[in-house]
């Protein structure tokens, strides 16, 4: 099918404005730090519906939004398991993890790792997330806002679009550091939940309901609970790769726990965890369904990456295009500013402080600002190399299925055993990093094997915790007090117990996070 990409002045204009107003709010953002904590972690300042509104704007990025709607086009809304699945796996933060790292004041996830174990995890996971965010991360949002640039603007090169998004995100956030990012977060979230609503409301409109929509897809495609052998989402797949996965994304992935160490207290940061949870339930209605409802509409797409842009120009009239284009923009800005801003943290706070220690925290905000820039030309420099990407929402989940369990293990296994060593750590690391360089050449390179990718993140974290465990118990060593802090602790719970005997229910985060289950199964319920 033809679609027209034009865009109407009127549109234009409302994408333009929105890229002057968020340059001009993260510029006036800029004059209210002066120190690392207030660069880096926004002051730890922060209250919990903009925690919450970041992370979420944080999270739908680009990639997401053309991915939920062109894998809901072609294989079905079993992609949605990963966004429901966040709300378990937030709850789960904040009961546990969450807490710790609050107390501590740590300004890095390596950060703890390096307090529980050593200096060597520390280097390892942040080297490894630095290179996530960068060439992932950011590469997977530039790719999938340069589809869409290129349909609107077909003379100019990709590699030129993209590139002035990225120096765009970049400005704000070298001025104003974590703060802007989140302010700048808070309102693209409520754009792009807006736009979201929108494209929804005219594709259900223009497909003639709801129950027409369920006479013409099939069963299969309306299900979120897959057999085992399914090529998408598989129910065993589901429970173990989807999330393990998802733990290393939103309890160590340093450009989502920055927004939660920057909490003004334990309450604040708990309630936002809860509150992105909560928001990512919404995205089944408003983004993954429009992409069903375009099985009906548009029946002859021949790619799935077009099913988000077509709804766009094909569905909205003038000056929603505009309104819902500049939300689609937002996301695309959103995960660039997040993942500029965390590198920038991770390089400053975890190399240059630990390699320059007399550096103050007015220098240290001054690195931070010259290593963002440096990290924006390098997304520029590497922005000409993204058309040669392949699978969007697939590409970045099978990186991570080979490279984090490693990690994830030392955070699992010696978050809640104090067995597990240092020695045994670096072991893990060796191996862990082998055993998934191995895997990966036989599983995608050679062809020896035929693994779905939701299966090798459980298979390779089952051995790096082995590894942990069996390398502990041969070189035990006595636990440091430091390293204590960072083992969570019956004790610590039962306190906390008596001291919300004492809250109302509606402050209370473990009534809370009940509700927020409960409101997460009776979605994937509805959709069994």
């Known amino acids: 099918m033809s679609v027209d990409f034009g865009l109407h002045p009127i549109d234009a204009i409302i994408v333009v404005v929105y890229f002057v107003f968020t340059i001009g709010l993260g510029l006036y953002l800029s004059r209210r730090h002066d120190t690392a904590e207030d660069y880096f972690l926004a002051g730890r300042k922060m209250v919990w519906p903009l925690i919450g509104l970041s992370l979420f704007a944080s999270n739908i990025s680009s990639t997401t939004l053309i991915g939920l709607a062109g894998d809901a086009y072609s294989t079905g809304i079993a992609v949605f398991n990963y966004e429901w699945m966040a709300a378990v796996i937030l709850v789960?933060?904040?009961?546990?993890?969450?807490?710790?790292?609050?107390?501590?004041?740590?300004?890095?996830?390596?950060?703890?790792?390096?307090?529980?174990?050593?200096?060597?995890?520390?280097?390892?996971?942040?080297?490894?997330?630095?290179?996530?965010?960068?060439?992932?991360?950011?590469?997977?949002?530039?790719?999938?806002?340069?589809?869409?640039?290129?349909?609107?603007?077909?003379?100019?090169?990709?590699?030129?679009?993209?590139?002035?998004?990225?120096?765009?995100?970049?400005?704000?956030?070298?001025a104003g550091g974590l703060a802007a990012v989140i302010y700048t977060d808070t309102i693209q979230a409520l754009l792009l939940i807006v736009g979201s609503i929108l494209i929804s409301i005219f594709a259900l409109d223009r497909a003639g309901g709801w129950e027409n929509v369920v006479s013409q897809v099939?069963?299969?495609?309306?299900?979120?609970?897959?057999?085992?052998?399914?090529?998408?989402?598989?129910?065993?797949?589901?429970?173990?790769?989807?999330?393990?996965?998802?733990f290393y994304f939103w309890c160590t992935n340093q450009f989502m726990v920055q927004r939660v160490l920057s909490a003004k207290d334990i309450n604040h940061g708990r309630w936002g965890a809860l509150f992105a949870g909560l928001l990512k339930l919404p995205v089944l209605f408003i983004m993954v369904l429009p992409g069903?409802?375009?099985?009906?509409?548009?029946?002859?797409?021949?790619?799935?990456?077009?099913?988000?842009?077509?709804?766009?120009?094909?569905?909205?009239?003038?000056?929603?295009?505009?309104?819902?284009?500049?939300?689609?923009?937002?996301?695309?800005?959103?995960?660039?500013?997040?993942?500029?801003?965390?590198?920038?943290?991770?390089?400053?706070?975890?190399?240059?402080?630990?390699?320059?220690?007399?550096?103050?925290?007015?220098?240290?905000?001054?690195?931070?600002?010259?290593?963002?820039?440096?990290?924006?030309?390098?997304?520029?420099?590497?922005?000409?190399?993204?058309?040669?990407?392949?699978?969007?929402?697939?590409?970045?989940?099978?990186?991570?299925?080979?490279?984090?369990?490693?990690?994830?293990?030392?955070?699992?296994?010696?978050?809640?055993?104090?067995?597990?060593?240092?020695?045994?750590?670096?072991?893990?690391?060796?191996?862990?990093?082998?055993?998934?360089?191995?895997?990966?050449?036989?599983?995608?390179?050679?062809?020896?094997?035929?693994?779905?990718?939701?299966?090798?993140?459980?298979?390779?974290?089952?051995?790096?915790?082995?590894?942990?465990?069996?390398?502990?118990?041969?070189?035990?060593?006595?636990?440091?007090e430091e390293a204590k802090e960072f083992v969570w602790s019956r004790k610590d719970f039962d306190a906390e117990t008596e001291t919300l005997r004492n809250e109302p229910l509606w402050r209370n985060y473990r009534v809370l996070s009940v509700l927020l289950l409960i409101a997460t199964a009776l979605v994937v319920g509805s959709f069994w």
């Open 92 to 174: 789960f933060f904040a009961i546990f993890y969450l807490p710790t790292i609050l107390r501590s004041r740590i300004y890095t996830m390596p950060e703890m790792l390096e307090r529980r174990f050593n200096r060597t995890a520390r280097t390892y996971f942040s080297g490894l997330t630095i290179f996530l965010n960068i060439v992932v991360d950011t590469a997977g949002s530039l790719y999938a806002g340069g589809l869409v640039m290129k349909l609107i603007f077909p003379e100019m090169p990709m590699s030129v679009t993209i590139s002035i998004l990225a120096v765009i995100a970049g400005i704000y956030t070298i």
């Open 292 to 480: 069903t409802m375009a099985i009906v509409l548009f029946p002859e797409l021949e790619r799935a990456d077009m099913v988000y842009p077509t709804l766009l120009f094909e569905l909205l009239p003038v000056g929603i295009l505009g309104l819902v284009l500049a939300g689609f923009v937002a996301a695309l800005m959103s995960q660039i500013d997040s993942t500029l801003n965390s590198a920038s943290t991770l390089v400053t706070m975890d190399f240059v402080r630990e390699r320059f220690p007399s550096l103050n925290q007015h220098q240290l905000m001054r690195v931070g600002q010259l290593v963002t820039f440096i990290f924006m030309v390098l997304a520029v420099l590497w922005a000409p190399q993204i058309e040669n990407f392949g699978s969007l929402f697939q590409y970045l989940q099978k990186v991570l299925s080979y490279a984090v369990p490693p990690v994830l293990a030392l955070f699992l296994i010696g978050f809640f055993w104090p067995g597990a060593t240092s020695k045994g750590a670096i072991t893990t690391l060796a191996l862990g990093t082998s055993g998934g360089a191995g895997l990966f050449l036989a599983n995608e390179v050679l062809d020896w094997t035929d693994l779905h990718f939701l299966y090798i993140a459980p298979i390779l974290f089952v051995f790096c915790a082995l590894v942990l465990v069996v390398s502990s118990l041969i070189s035990p060593e006595r636990i440091s």
């Open 218 to 246: 099939s069963a299969h495609q309306l299900s979120l609970i897959r057999p085992i052998g399914d090529a998408s989402v598989p129910w065993l797949g589901l429970v173990t790769g989807v999330a393990l996965l998802g």
